[in-house]
């Protein structure tokens, strides 16, 4: 039987028949189909009574001999050389018959499967098995075909799991989306062929269409099985729902990039391994590490959900800045009192991204080798984030791996690729001709195929012939003979010392000039600053440009960090322009400055971020240099800067390293008085980050020196030192500080520092159960402040006076004043006012008993506390979230959640979230009748909040302390406690009517 007389049977989905390109299934009866399928799939021969049993149930064996034997004819008349008839027994002659099936399972049936076997095998796949076949009423036979049906599925289905799994790895997501909605549509209610399909279109872009299958998944398993998605599915769509959707910001530049296939196929193998976390891309200064990694990057644009982050680690100039110039790259916010490294690590917990972290040998400097251990850091608390380093040494730890970079090969594939490549940018006539080709392959060898030596040679040609550079680099670069990959034990910059000493003396006098002023800029800089610093003009940059001496990124130009390096020591103590500079900087952040509270802060505020790195140079620069002027003109906007990004780490390292610098400087009263204002802003952040008794030492220091002096910044100390020593417990002294920086702020005018000052008095009576007296400072600072229209501290008084509200059981009331105050913070795109604004309004709706809007807002207050970073947010939510579950009766979960809070509260040293998550789980003891428990974790939180005078929570602890004396049998003591408490003025309304529903219980014993 030749392969042109093969019978085609298929089964999967509509079932059809071919004999030599011929149609035979209309040809067939359909017990001569029902029994070509059967005798196919058994690949043997079938007794005839078997078949008559099958085929014809209810009929008589006589009967049913002859309806086969009818059969048979049929059969044999279209198909005589594919049936192999006996007296007993009928078959097929099984090398004449291609079957579906059969094919399938030869596809799948080898362990070592290939991926096109399973391609092929889900390809056959076209539907059920005899789908929509009618089997007659044979019980037997409907039974066999839903058998193999199930069988047939399920091969596919493992089948589909692996290619989706093949093509998540190989990142061929199109193929992949494709298998998995075959995958989906076979298994609707899967939820893990759900998760495959999100996963793959997010990660092919199309992060619409992965939230639109969790909607369809939700709904169906709501609809079939009356169920919501499990937590992984929940947590796939919550990552989706946040992940980036455009194009990472990539410093690529235009030029083409050359070369180095090797090893970016060596990158791309270990991003695509699971197990690759942290690659560090070793090598000496030009040899194009960085622009390797960003190619590399740059092929993985999606691949990872919240995206490819560029970070240049080249202006951290101390441990205070590492983690504030990475989270800014990544817009992430730096806020509340936990340092800035644990803030990173939150706000990366639950991101999956690709950090591309440069010019990382900055971390083994003295100043900074303290902070190497944030990369390892990162890896621990963020799973699902993979480093890419760039590096002239590596950190040798264990996770690292390191791909080592020395220069191009001296090929026409490499080396001289790259290096014609750029030659046609200098000059684009210009083409290799067997006259100056010798030349051009001396250049390579002599710069040992660097990159950046290879650029700076072809810039060159504009002005040069191929021979005099390949002469006159020959001159100075004879140690490049060395193994280049071992240059770093000789002198790492000695290598490029000699590149750059070439390109230096192509300079003309003007450009050699600028070139050396640009050093100032470690974070870049547009044409105007370098204009205003550097009196350098377009055309001198363009030049520059040109020579590859400068970068240029999206308007920005930049020294390669070595070049600025290297230009620095050309620039030498040049007086007058780094005078200049630092005039400079100090008169932009006094023009930022004067756009505060205003419609337009936010845009100041950007500006500011842009060119931080610039203004902190040119700081340090007049500190050092006892600039007074202009140091005064910088402080404020500085401190305010720091202050709304929440950088207060950051913060407190700037000023307290300037104010014991300046400390030597203030012999005069101007001095002292700059020495006031460093140590005031010093004293603030500290504050801020909870060092308290640190905070009141430079407050008081700063108060010595400025009292009488300068009575503007006499007020904002006052008002500082009254928070300091608010937060030590020192209430009565607070209240006095407040008031005379409200005394002096009245007497100059001074209105935002007047309204500032109210509220906190206002918060503090509030505090001690003054709620009549509180009012009337808050209301006071509200009416100034929207007369004056900084809206930031608007907002702040409108949550005081709400938790006044509150305080006092008008519910209402103080929901009001929180959704106005919402409303602001969403204007100014204030996250973490929005989420401490989300957390109060779920007290609000579970004082009022909506314990579904309440579990709402808590659980979006705990969403942008996550998504900030910031613990004690998550710690404020667990609470809000476990009062819930309590109220409930979810005594578990409400255990856990005071737990969490509890564990967070110690770890961040809050003695305050202590006090509330130690009163919080007695309460959760006392419900569960653990008496002893409850007993001790409600004096515990006595003891605590004693020690702070944390007045609120010291009386709702004694309430339930009076609860469990109750169930105790200890009434009389209870009675006492929990008279003190309803009469005590600083119990709020919730808390007295706890104590009075506990009297009143005691009366009816």
């Keep these: 039987m030749t392969d042109a007389n093969q019978l085609i049977i298929r089964t999967l989905g509509t079932v059809a028949f071919e004999l030599n390109g011929r149609s035979l299934t209309t040809t067939l009866s359909r017990k001569a189909q029902t029994v070509l399928i059967y005798l196919a799939c058994q690949q043997r021969p079938v007794a005839r009574e078997l078949l008559t049993t099958l085929l ?66 889900v390809a056959l796949y076209r539907g059920p ?109 919550d990552c989706i729902a946040t992940a980036v959707t455009h194009p990472p910001a990539l410093p690529l530049g235009d030029d083409a990039f050359v070369g180095r296939e090797t090893e970016l196929a060596q990158i791309s193998q270990h991003l695509s391994d699971p197990n690759g976390r942290w690659l560090t891309i070793v090598g000496p200064g030009g040899v194009g590490k960085t622009r390797l990694a960003l190619q590399a990057a740059s092929e993985w644009t999606y691949d990872f959900l919240h995206g490819v982050h560029f970070v240049s680690l080249a202006a951290v100039d101390s441990p205070a800045t590492l983690a504030p110039t990475i989270a800014t790259a990544l817009g992430a916010p730096l806020t509340g009192a936990e340092p800035p490294q644990q803030q990173l690590f939150n706000y990366l917990r639950q991101k999956e991204m690709l950090l591309l972290l440069d010019n ?36 040798n730890y264990r996770a690292e791996r390191v791909l080592s970079l020395s220069g191009l090969p001296f090929t026409e594939e490499a080396s001289l690729r ?35 030596g290879l650029e700076l040679a072809a810039a060159a040609l504009s002005a040069h012939s191929p021979a005099q550079i390949a002469a006159e680099i020959g001159q100075t ?70 020579k590859s001496m400068l970068r240029l990124e999206r308007e920005r130009y930049r020294q390669h960090e070595l070049l600025r390096q290297f230009a620095a020591e050309k620039l030498g ?22 756009l505060f509270h205003s419609s337009v802060e936010q845009g100041a505020l950007l500006a500011i971020e842009a060119e931080i790195d610039n203004a902190r140079a040119a700081w340090n620069w007049l500190i050092a240099h006892g600039r007074t002027a202009e140091v005064s003109q910088a402080i404020t906007p500085l401190h305010h800067f720091y202050d709304v990004r929440g950088r207060f780490s950051e913060g407190e390292t700037i000023f307290g390293q300037a104010a014991a610098q300046w400390a030597a400087r203030s012999a005069n009263a101007d001095g002292q008085i700059i020495l006031g204002r460093l ?69 100059i005018g001074a209105v935002d520092q007047e309204a500032a000052t109210l509220v906190n008095l206002g918060a503090i009576l509030r505090e001690q159960g003054q709620y009549a007296e509180a009012r009337s ?20 008084a409108l949550q005081v006076m709400g938790g006044l509200a509150e305080a006092e059981g008008a519910y209402a009331e103080a929901q009001a004043h929180f959704r106005q105050s919402l409303a602001i913070c969403e204007q100014l795109d204030d996250r973490m006012g929005l989420a401490i604004l989300c957390a109060n309004l779920a007290n609000i709706a579970r004082q009022e008993g909506d314990l579904s809007q309440a579990r709402g807002w808590s659980e979006q207050a705990l969403g942008l506390f996550q998504e900030i970073g910031d613990p004690w947010g998550i710690a404020v939510s667990s609470v809000r979230l476990g009062g819930l579950a309590l109220a409930l009766a979810d005594y578990e979960g409400a255990r856990q959640l005071f737990q969490t809070s509890l564990t967070l509260c110690r770890e961040m040293g809050d003695p305050r979230g202590t006090a509330v998550s130690l009163c919080n789980l007695g309460h959760v003891a006392l419900a569960l009748g653990l008496l002893p428990k409850a007993r001790a974790l409600f004096g515990e939180a006595i003891q605590v909040a004693e020690s702070i005078r944390f007045l609120p929570w010291l009386l709702k602890s004694k309430v339930g302390l009076a609860r469990v004396m109750v169930q105790s049998d200890e009434l009389e003591t209870a009675v006492g406690l929990a008279t003190s408490v309803a009469q005590h003025p600083a119990a709020d309304e919730e808390t007295r009517a706890q104590a009075a529903a506990l009297l009143a219980d005691w009366r009816t014993l």
């Design 56 to 121: 014809w149930p209810d009929s008589a064996v006589e009967q049913g001999m002859t309806n086969l034997r009818k059969t048979l004819l049929e059969l044999r008349r279209l198909l005589p050389e594919h049936l192999l008839i006996e007296r007993q027994t009928v078959g097929m002659v099984t090398s004449g018959v291609w079957l579906d099936v059969a094919e399938l399972i030869h596809c799948l049936q080898d362990t070592r499967a290939t991926e096109e076997m399973r391609a092929t095998a």
């Design 129 to 237: 098995f005899l789908a929509d076949f009618p089997l007659a009423h044979s019980p037997d036979l409907t039974a066999w075909a839903a058998l193999g049906r199930e069988q047939y599925q399920q091969i596919i289905i493992h089948a589909l799991h692996r290619l989706v799994d093949d093509c998540q790895r190989q990142r061929r997501y199109a193929a992949g989306i494709a298998y998995a909605r075959q995958l989906v549509g076979m298994e609707p209610l899967s939820e893990a062929a759900s998760r495959a399909l999100m996963l793959l279109l997010a990660r092919g872009g199309q992060a619409q269409g992965a939230l639109a299958e969790y909607e369809r998944c939700r709904q169906q398993l709501a609809a079939d099985l009356g169920v919501e998605p499990t937590e992984n599915t929940q947590s796939l769509f």
């Design 360 to 395: 990382c040998e900055t971390l083994l400097t003295p100043a900074l080798e303290e902070m190497a251990d944030l990369l390892p850091g990162i890896l621990q608390h963020a799973p699902q984030v993979r480093l890419v380093v760039t590096s002239r040494e590596w950190f």
């Design 477 to 546: 670069l004879d140690f490049l003979r060395r193994d280049i990959v071992h240059e770093a034990n000789a002198g790492r910059h000695h290598s490029l010392r000699a590149v750059f000493e070439s390109a230096w003396q192509r300079l003309s006098a003007a450009e050699q000039t600028t070139f050396a002023r640009l050093s100032l800029f470690p974070g870049g800089f547009t044409a105007v600053t370098a204009s205003a610093v550097a009196d350098a003009s377009p055309q001198l940059l363009l030049l520059l440009l040109d």
């Design 679 to 747: 140590l005031a802003r010093q004293g603030f952040f500290q504050e801020r980050l909870g060092a308290l008794d640190k905070a009141v030492d430079a407050l008081q220091a700063s108060l010595t020196l400025l009292q009488g002096r300068d009575l503007a910044e006499e007020a904002f100390v006052l008002n500082q030192l009254g928070l300091a020593v608010y937060g030590q417990g020192a209430y009565e002294q607070a209240e006095s500080l407040y008031r005379r920086s409200l005394e002096i702020s009245r007497r």
């Design 777 to 796: 400072p808050i209301e006071e600072s509200l009416a100034l402040l929207r007369h004056n229209g900084d809206r930031r501290q608007l907002a702040i």
């Design 418 to 452: 790259l290096f014609l490549a750029r030659a046609t940018q200098a000059q684009p006539d210009f083409v290799a001709t067997p006259e100056n080709l010798p030349s051009l392959r001396q250049i390579c060898q002599l710069v040992e195929g660097l990159p950046l």
């Design 573 to 594: 103590d040049d007086a007058a322009v780094q005078s200049r500079f630092g005039r400079y900087y100090a008169d932009f952040l006094q023009q930022q400055g004067r």
